[in-house]
DNA sequence: ATAGTTTTTTATCATTTGATAAATTTTCGC
DNA sequence: GCGAAAATTTATCAAATGATAAAAAACTAT
């Protein structure tokens, strides 16, 4: 049953990152619920609240805010990755993120309600949150050093070599929004490369 | 004893983000190791593996990296906090930054080696360490939110209004690297305000 | 296929920041 | 206090990006 292969994959993912012991992987894997949403749809609203841990089974998401009349784009997740929205999700509280499928997009999440439990009842689910919020620590440690140190277009031309794949499904507006600058500029550095 | 005080404050720190239990807070306790470091030294220096979780008690620090001929300023902490260099720790590979001393300053450390032991014997720390890396994964995430959305005359302004305590610490060049822009354009955006 | 919508490009001018150099002020050791 | 060194300011010109408008291209629904 293709539900099955979507939590096979949540837990699979969760494995790679920390063994979990049969016990924890089956428990953990009944908490698992399969979402799906089309091209364009909002996952999360900004000021709503983040309730979950999701696990991309296929498709792209981008976590986003508004501000003036701009937007940014903080990072984009595919398929075969985790995102939450942190702040959110660890106080239970209104998000300044929002979160939009760049396509249609099938999701397998856990509640923080579930999530708490499991960690409080097992020490390897607990490891595994660690290392998730670890990767993104981690991550996003290189993206502030990036932005202080490189131009709009260094950082363009090494997003495109760090994710290829990535590049053909993203819009030229979206991609700007991440890079924190406007859709024009971004028009501009790619007519000059 | 001065050394005492210094581990207390450095378990009181942990046990506001996790309480301990009194095993675990004995056992961390023993573990704790108080260093100094004058103006000026650096506590890890690019390319250094850093092998502790630090908790300073008195004085600041800088985490930077040198890119070009500019330097750039991931974050300063002050008395109270806790710091380490995440990537370098967790992964024990050469660290993207160094760590430099703004004042005199006293640390507690605790090496990874016996954090790894407290991790895997107690929940509670395993806990206590999930809310650091959280702690410091939202604070990134702002940052990151900010960079792209403000220019630098704002997130100056807004690093004054939110540190205030910190300003007079901080010389122009360290405030300069860490907006990611040039002492000159700090200068300049100070005789404008 | 066509009309309408959205996305991307091009152009122009304004603002922000960088690079460099020099002047001024502050700090620090003696 | 004095002089050297370091930090900060001021000035000038160049480069990067924003704002706006309009043209061109790509996509969509009928």
């Known amino acids: ?58 498709g792209l998401v981008k976590t986003w805010f508004e501000s003036k009349d701009r937007s940014f784009i903080m990072r984009f997740f595919a398929e075969g990755n985790m995102f939450t929205v942190l702040d959110s999700y660890l106080a239970q509280q209104p998000s300044a993120y929002a979160v939009e499928a760049l396509e249609n997009t099938v999701l397998t999440r856990i509640s923080k309600t579930d999530m708490d439990k499991l960690c ?46 990535l590049v053909q499904r993203i819009s030229l507006g979206d991609m700007a929004s991440y890079l924190g600058i406007t859709q024009v500029s971004l028009s501009r550095i790619r007519a000059i490369i």
Chains 1, 2 share one sequence.
């Open 120 to 165: 409080a009842r097992f020490h390897t689910a607990e490891t595994f949150f660690r290392k998730l919020i670890s990767m993104a620590s981690v991550n996003m440690m290189s993206r502030i050093g990036e932005i202080l140190e490189e131009q709009a277009s260094v950082r363009y031309e090494n997003f495109l070599g760090e994710n290829p794949d």
């Open 1 to 58: 049953m293709e539900q099955d292969k979507y939590k096979r994959d949540f837990i699979g993912f969760v494995e790679r990152l920390c063994p979990l012991g049969n016990d924890a992987a089956t428990i953990f894997s009944q908490q698992l619920v399969t979402v799906r949403f089309n091209k364009g749809e909002t996952i999360l609203k900004q000021d709503g609240i983040c309730r979950y841990v999701y696990f991309i089974n296929s």
